[in-house]
């Protein structure tokens, strides 16, 4: 069965230094999604991306956030200069059709840390 | 604007006996819900979903779902746990209030003993 995959699975970086984080959606999916956790709070949305373009972004996702598919196959979201409460779990997750009935599918998350 | 409330953090259950993981929801549109089940170290995984159609939803693994709009519940359930049901489960609403992003509730961790 098809599944997102998410690289690397564990990012440790120093504050203010630049982190990339990829993802591969499944291969005909049209709709892109990344979404964090916070260690013991909600997953939360940031941001949602279709035909290379952003479609929805949240209050999270600040001009410090930028999300890109640089090919055909991969999906990242880059952080430019990463703060202590950046530190989370980000999964990344792709849909067929997108809107509220769609299923997302998602990756196994990437733990990024800030020191 | 929707919310979802998951009212255990922790269900602690013996191997063979019922499950039931509780969410409640707010949602101002017909909502779409949604359960997902995360075991370590993966992704998240859909179980099952509601949207508009039969009120009890089947899903994968013998979960089952009810969608009570009076109560404006839909709590998970499962006959009988199996030791690899111990996961950490997720309710997501999603309605049609000016966007589809969902909202995720906070989680409840299903502890499964032998």
């Not at chain 2, 998240?44 to 013998?62: D, E, M, P, R, W």
Request: charged content about 20%; glycine content about 6%.
């Amino acid at each position: 069965e098809p599944e997102v995959t998410q690289t690397p699975s564990h990012q440790v970086t120093q504050m203010g230094q630049e982190v990339i984080l990829r993802c591969v959606p499944i291969s005909n999916h049209l709709y892109f999604y990344w979404y964090r956790q916070i260690l013991g709070q909600k997953v939360e949305f940031l941001v949602s991306f279709y035909n290379n373009e952003i479609s929805e972004k949240s209050e999270i996702f600040d001009d410090q956030f930028s999300v890109e598919r640089p090919d055909g196959s991969n999906f990242t979201l880059k952080i430019r200069s990463t703060k202590l409460e950046d530190s989370a779990m980000y999964f990344c997750a792709s849909s067929e059709l997108g809107g509220r009935t769609d299923t997302q599918y998602f990756g196994p998350g990437t733990r990024l840390t800030v020191l | 604007a929707q919310s979802v409330t998951q009212l255990d953090s922790h269900v602690s259950v013996s191997e063979g006996t019922p499950v039931l993981l509780r969410c409640n929801y707010s949602s101002s549109y017909s909502p779409s819900l949604f359960w997902y089940v995360q075991h370590p170290n993966k992704g998240l995984q859909l179980l099952l979903k509601y949207t508009s159609a039969a009120t009890l939803v089947k899903g994968i693994n013998g979960f089952e779902a009810e969608f009570k709009k009076s109560e404006t519940s839909f709590h998970l359930t499962k006959p009988s746990a199996h030791m690899s049901d111990a996961a950490e489960y997720f309710c997501v609403v999603s309605d049609l209030g000016g966007s589809y992003i969902p909202t995720f509730g906070r989680g409840t961790s299903l502890i499964v003993h032998p």
